[in-house]
């Protein structure tokens, strides 16, 4: 049997959000949302601001100010390609990021760059965080727009949100933060760390594929562009039949992350210390990034003297990957490792494990024993053959 430990790529849904998918799509609640004149339609809306509601009281927000989408990549999309063409369409503004951030971030900065905006990479630190200070430092006076990853899905490095969210509240501008890896397994309260725009995902919680959300902030945005028009739901800013099933399944999702954050991230930590105990017995490997400022359900650990195609072979009953789901699928060498000033050794030899709320203490402990069984292993095949 194959254990599950590549919980940042994606989570099985919990019983109970599978429960409350299941009952929504039995009951007289399978209305078109928007069909408000009839009981059906009427009964699936109820449901859909209900969840909205529950999915803001997990990040400290109003309900009206949470928009539903298909996932973390569409709300990427939403809040820079739509901040960028309803605010400065016409105008050359300067944008901020790094290459720390997920694809759906890059290539949307890739986008307003052709469209005639600026947009700066700030270098990381070798730990794999943002400084405040590089950030100020490389910031213009044109410089409307930071946008800041709070997990990274690769290292688990946790970026200081508050403090780049308060540094770009006093400059006057605006600070998208994608948290698809952190809402629901850290506080996050999008009104002390001062953000505007945020994206969010259901299934690396525990919720279902195919749903999302942005937190729009009120006061200083207001409104995005749409960049999927028709039907004009969401208050025109995202057009589509909403999927009842699936935002509730989201909302189930956020609330059972609300009442078990704090024994989530005691199991996990238990998880991350158990593997790395027995880890520590092998020579010859390092964390990629910082472990005292990350989140421990994640580890980037580096081989630099192996390949991550043999290990995750060699490591056949667990289930592992090289980074990012996405960059695995394309056969890419790591971006944001590269960022870190990782050489192509390091990056070649990296391994991603991911903990969750499933994985129990003697699971992660027999990962670390697998693992040193098949680095000596492949070692010794690496020596023969020289």
Not at 32 to 56: M, Q, T
Not at 61 to 71: K, R
Not at 145 to 169: A, L, Q
Request: glycine content about 6%; some cysteine; overall charge negative.
């Amino acid at each position: 049997m194959t254990t599950y430990l590549d919980f940042a790529s994606t989570t099985p849904m919990a019983p109970e959000v599978i429960e409350k998918m299941h009952a929504v799509m039995k009951e007289d609640s399978f209305g078109n949302p928007s069909s408000l004149d009839h009981k059906f339609g009427l009964a699936a809306k109820k449901i859909v601001e209900r969840s909205r509601a529950e999915v803001a009281d997990l990040i400290n927000a109003n309900p009206d100010e949470i928009l539903w989408t298909s996932g973390a990549t569409e709300s990427n999309n939403l809040a820079i390609v739509g901040f960028h063409q309803f605010q400065y369409k016409n105008q050359a503004m300067s944008f901020l990021t790094s290459h720390l951030e997920h694809k759906s971030v890059i290539e949307c900065m890739d986008l307003i760059k052709a469209l005639g905006s600026k947009v700066s990479f700030i270098k990381p630190n070798d730990k794999g965080r943002i400084d405040l200070e590089t950030l100020s430092n490389q910031m213009d006076e044109d410089a409307v727009f930071v946008s800041c990853m709070h997990v990274n899905n690769e290292t688990g490095i946790i970026n200081d949100i508050e403090e780049i969210g308060k540094f770009c509240r006093k400059n006057e501008i605006i600070f998208h933060v994608d948290a698809a890896q952190s809402i629901g397994k850290i506080p996050v309260d999008v009104d002390d760390m001062c953000i505007d725009l945020m994206s969010m995902s259901a299934h690396k919680v525990y919720g279902p594929k195919g749903v999302g959300a942005l937190y729009i902030n009120k006061k200083s945005i207001g409104r995005v562009k749409s960049i999927i028009v028709g039907g004009g739901q969401e208050r025109g800013m995202r057009s589509g039949t909403l999927p009842t099933h699936q935002i509730v399944g989201m909302a189930t999702a956020y609330k059972l992350s609300k009442q078990r954050m704090h024994e989530d991230l005691e199991h996990i930590t238990q998880c991350q210390n158990s593997f790395l105990k027995k880890l520590s017995n092998l020579n010859d490997w390092k964390i990629n990034g910082s472990k005292e400022h990350s989140y421990p359900g994640i580890l980037s650990i580096c081989f630099p003297d192996l390949y991550s195609e043999s290990l995750i072979y060699a490591m056949e009953d667990f289930a592992i990957s090289r980074g990012s789901a996405c960059s695995s699928d394309h056969d890419e060498p790591s971006h944001v490792l590269k960022s870190m000033g990782l050489v192509d050794d390091e990056i070649n030899g990296t391994i991603r494990i991911s903990f969750g709320r499933t994985t129990s203490i003697e699971q992660a402990e027999l990962a670390a024993s697998e693992l040193i069984k098949a680095v000596l292993h492949l070692r010794k095949l690496k020596g023969c053959s020289q």
